[in-house]
């Protein structure tokens, strides 16, 4: 059954890098048959997607967010990250690592990960 | 950017009731690339209607998407407890970024 863990710090200083890094298990990022993505939600908001990769590094980012992501892919551990630069409060979210077979909908979930944004 | 637009913002029905949720896109869009997903308090999303009518692995049937061009609905025929939750639409496929709706919101009357 497959399963995605999200880990990283839960708190990070404004200006700073959020990073963020989700492990896969019973299934492999190395699978050409999907996309692995990052989709947050602000405390009382909805959801916003971040950007997907693909296991051969090929990258899709929100074009709001384009500007200060990175997505990569590290294969040998099983495992996909995100870093998020010059982050302000307004960064606060839940974090939600997430798989989509193709151009399909997220079909599998991580638990999510509050990142909160302060001083 | 194609963005979606959920109606109502809330509704508030008892169980055993019919709830229609509606979510319009701003341009006509594929129905292929129309996706419910439902979320309950400190849960993640779940996916449950895809192709705009398709339902998801291990999904009851009353729960029905329809719909095409810029307007879409998802039907959940009689409510139970456990279907009181927030409901958003998303669109995916080729047209980037993926957008979601901002939710609608089911709760119990």
């Known amino acids: 059954q497959l399963q995605l863990q999200e880990s990283g710090p839960g708190l990070v200083k404004p200006s700073e890098t959020l990073s963020l890094t989700c492990t896969v298990s019973?299934?492999?990022?190395?699978?050409?048959?999907?996309?692995w993505g990052w989709v947050r939600q602000p405390p009382g908001k909805g959801l916003e997607w971040i950007g997907s990769?693909?296991?051969?590094?090929?990258?899709y980012y929100n074009p709001s967010l384009k500007s200060r992501v990175i997505i990569s892919v590290d294969t040998s551990k099983n495992q996909f990250s995100v870093k998020l630069n010059s982050v302000t409060a307004a960064d606060t979210a839940v974090y939600y690592c997430?798989?989509?077979?193709?151009?399909?909908?997220?079909?599998?979930w991580g638990q999510g990960t509050l990142v909160t944004v302060s001083s | 950017e194609i963005v979606l637009t959920q109606s109502p913002g809330t509704m508030s029905l008892s169980p055993g009731e019919r709830a229609t949720l509606s979510c319009r896109a701003s341009?006509?869009?594929?129905?292929?690339?129309l996706a419910w997903y439902q979320q309950k308090p400190g849960q993640a999303p779940r996916l449950l209607i895809y192709g705009a009518s398709s339902r998801a692995t291990g999904i009851p049937d009353r729960f029905s998407g329809s719909g095409s061009g810029t307007d879409f609905t998802l039907t959940i025929s009689r409510l139970e407890p456990e279907d009181f939750a927030v409901y958003y639409c998303?669109?995916?496929?080729?047209?980037?970024?993926?957008?979601f709706g901002q939710g609608t919101k089911v709760e119990i009357k």
């Open positions: 990769i693909y296991y051969s590094g090929t990258t």
């Open positions: 998303q669109q995916y496929g080729s047209s980037l970024p993926w957008t």
């Open positions: 341009q006509s869009m594929s129905s292929t690339y």
């Open positions: 997430a798989r989509t077979p193709g151009y399909n909908p997220f079909d599998c």
């Open positions: 019973g299934g492999s990022v190395s699978s050409s048959s999907y996309f």
